[in-house]
T-cell receptor
Framework: AQTVTQSQPEMSVQEAETVTLSCTYD???????LFWYKQPPSRQMILVIRQEAYKQQNATENRFSVNFQKAAKSFSLKISDSQLGDAAMYFCAQTQGGSEKLVFGKGMKLTVNP | DSGVTQTPKHLITATGQRVTLRCSPRSGDLSVYWYQQSLDQGLQFLIQYYNGEERAKGNILERFSAQQFPDLHSELNLSSLELGDSALYFCASSDRLAGGPGETQYFGPGTRLLVL
């Protein structure tokens, strides 16, 4: 069974600083995809970044980048130059094999302090 | 704005009742997914439809059913509601043909259901 684990329920960061959110996953498949979604207080689920498991290069989207360690089954999200608008719940998620369903971790609440 | 719309935004009803949640996917997206977000269960996949056909089923209760219509909008029907069904219900859509399992799912704003 797929499992996605976010071990830190909460984190805080100072504005303009860098923070790293951790995520580990469990899969026996070789073909899978990993995602980070952000859920601000509005409750909208917003895609932050996507990583294909077959790609060795870490995905990057502006201030957001991932550290994908395939052997360790780790998929952490780094937010650089944190902004107040980054405050949200962050969910790590995975799809694998031929299944398109997203399996989510429990989420992590990020607070950004001015 | 993801382009996925859901109605209603909020729904308050009583135990034993039946409700219908509606979702319109992004223009051109053929796949629709339903997810439930609750405090105790987190975010869980319920069901997926692709171009009118059921594609995958997750932890969906027998009291719940869904369908996708020819115009690609989808409805999630919840019946014999219980207090524990109170949750945020998301619809998401993707263009499955574009990339298969790794295709990005775009989420609607959700419908918040409160069962009293």
């Amino acid at each position: 069974a797929q499992t996605v684990t976010q071990s830190q329920p909460e984190m805080s960061v100072q504005e303009a600083e860098t923070v790293t959110l951790s995520c580990t996953y469990d899969t026996s498949e070789s073909d899978y995809y990993l995602f980070w979604y952000k859920q601000p207080p509005s409750r909208q689920m917003i895609l932050v970044i996507r990583q294909e498991a077959y790609k060795q290069q870490n995905a990057t989207e502006n201030r957001f980048s991932v550290n994908f360690q395939k052997a360790a089954k780790s998929f952490s999200l780094k937010i650089s130059d944190s902004q107040l608008g980054d405050a949200a719940m962050y969910f790590c998620a995975q799809t694998q094999g031929g299944s398109e369903k997203l399996v989510f971790g429990k989420g992590m609440k990020l607070t950004v302090n001015p | 704005d993801s382009g996925v719309t859901q109605t209603p935004k909020h729904l308050i009803t009583a135990t034993g009742q039946r409700v219908t949640l509606r979702c319109s996917p992004r223009s051109g997206d053929l796949s629709v997914y339903w997810y439930q977000q609750s405090l105790d269960q987190g975010l869980q996949f319920l069901i997926q439809y692709y171009n009118g056909e059921e594609r995958a089923k997750g932890n969906i209760l027998e009291r719940f059913s869904a369908q996708q219509f020819p115009d690609l909008h989808s409805e999630l029907n919840l019946s014999s509601l219980e207090l524990g069904d109170s949750a945020l219900y998301f619809c998401a859509s993707s263009d499955r043909l574009a990339g298969g399992p790794g295709e990005t799912q775009y989420f609607g704003p959700g419908t918040r259901l409160l069962v009293l």
